[in-house]
C-alpha cells in the first residue's frame, strides 16, 4: 500500500469551485481567503515603523522610477510616503513597500 497524498492541483480547486460547490462553500472560501489577505497586510504592516526609509515602484502608467521616501504615517489599509524629492505623499499599501537600503549621503 501507498501512502502517497492524491495531489490536488490548483486546477482541480477552480473546476470544483465552478461547477460542484455550493454558494455557501464559496462563500466560506471568500471568507478564508479575505482573511488570509488581511494577515498578509499586517504582516506586512509591522515591518515599517514612522521614519523608516522605504522604497516602491508605483503602479501608475508612465510611471517608470522607483520612489525612495520616508513612512510619515500609518493607516489600516496604507502606509503614507513623503517622496525624498518633494512631491505629494503617497498612500502605499504595505506588500509594496521594501526598505531603502542604500548608504547614507
Do not use: C
Amino acid at each position: 500500500m501507498s501512502n502517497a497524498k492524491p495531489t490536488v492541483t490548483f486546477q482541480d480547486v477552480i473546476e470544483f469551485l465552478y461547477s460542484k460547490a455550493t454558494k455557501e462553500e464559496r462563500q466560506s472560501v471568500s471568507r478564508t481567503l479575505s482573511i488570509l489577505r488581511d494577515d498578509d497586510i499586517q504582516s506586512a504592516k509591522m515591518e515599517f515603523k514612522v521614519g523608516d526609509k522605504v522604497k516602491f515602484e508605483p503602479r501608475k502608467r508612465n510611471f517608470p522610477r522607483v520612489v525612495y521616501g520616508v513612512v510619515t504615517q500609518k493607516n489600516i489599509k496604507t502606509i503614507h510616503v513623503r517622496p525624498e524629492h518633494g512631491g505629494r505623499e503617497w498612500k502605499v499599501t504595505a506588500s509594496l513597500l521594501e526598505r531603502d537600503d542604500r548608504p547614507a549621503k
